[in-house]
């Protein structure tokens, strides 16, 4: 199913993301973790694509397996650091299986390669458009409450983002923030642009201090001083943290659904038992329909 249909319905949904092994090896475990998150009924799951291209099997794997326990994939497919044979390659495997809906993304530039390479990707747009050429896939993108870190400024980064929704992306995923009142300010901006696909909101469970330490180098994110607090305080005692990481991001939700954002990305990580417990936490707000 396509995920476009699942987010035009006006009820609350939930969706989860996993990231594919690097190895082959461990395919029937990262299969099994898939499973365990299928269980829980998400809207639907996603699946990352490995940034220089080097688990794209695993990817188009996992999300099939996903599609086959019932609940609808989301395959992620990044553009910057592959060939555009590699990139069609993938986009014909996933076209083959069945799997309707990629999440287009530029990825991140590699430093180890002399970039651009000759006809290499420069942005997710052209891929969203080779995508859209290529099949009937429901193409979703990235955007960044924040700001994505390399743009001049948040107005030319919500330009941007205005080109990849009018070149096709029918929703949009956020990068994790810690603080709704971003995103909030975010939809208006990018209502302003014009912007009025679905955003899905993404939120990451941080149940980990050193989790924390690498999020906030990674994404340059905003961490509010209620949740530093926390890590303060129980950083080191990891089911302690592992339980207010729940619970901050449990608190988030509600709050967001509260105010009438029907859509949540939960970044579960692999981590079936965070997923189920932030379901759980919300049995009575995200009812599904049962086994
Ligand atoms: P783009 O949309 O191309 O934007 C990148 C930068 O270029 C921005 O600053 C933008 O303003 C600017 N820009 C865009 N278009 C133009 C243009 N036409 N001209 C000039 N400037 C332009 N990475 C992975 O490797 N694998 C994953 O599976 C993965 N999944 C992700 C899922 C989500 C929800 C998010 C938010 C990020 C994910 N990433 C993933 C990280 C992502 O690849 C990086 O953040 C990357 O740096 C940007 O990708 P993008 O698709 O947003 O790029």
Known sequence: MKVSEILKKNEVTISCEIFPPKQGAQLQNYKAIAAEIAKLKPAYISCTYGATGGTSDYTVEI?????????????????VSSTREKVHT???ELKERGIENILALRGDIPTNTDFPLPDQYHHAI??????????????????YPEGHPEAANMNEDLDHLKEKVDAGCEYLTTQMFFD???????????LAKGIDVPVTAGIMPVTNA?????????TGNLVPAKFLSIVDRFGDNPA???????????EQIIDLIANGVNHIHIYSMNK???????????????VREQA
């Not at 709704?180 to 975010?186: A, G, L, S, V």
């Open 63 to 79: 999300a099939d397996a996903i599609n086959s326990y019932g609940v609808p994939a989301i395959a992620h497919l990044t553009c």
């Open 90 to 92: 993938v986009i014909h």
């Open 126 to 143: 052209e891929l969203i458009r080779e995508i859209k050429e290529a099949g009937d896939f429901c193409i979703g993108g990235a955007c």
């Open 180 to 190: 709704n009142n971003i995103y909030y300010r975010f939809l208006y901006k990018a």
């Open 210 to 218: 050193a989790q924390v330490k690498r999020t906030i180098s990674l």
């Open 240 to 250: 302690a943290m592992k339980q207010a990481g729940i619970a901050y991001a449990t």
């Open 272 to 286: 079936p038992d965070v997923a189920a417990a932030i379901m759980n936490n919300l049995s009575q707000i995200y």
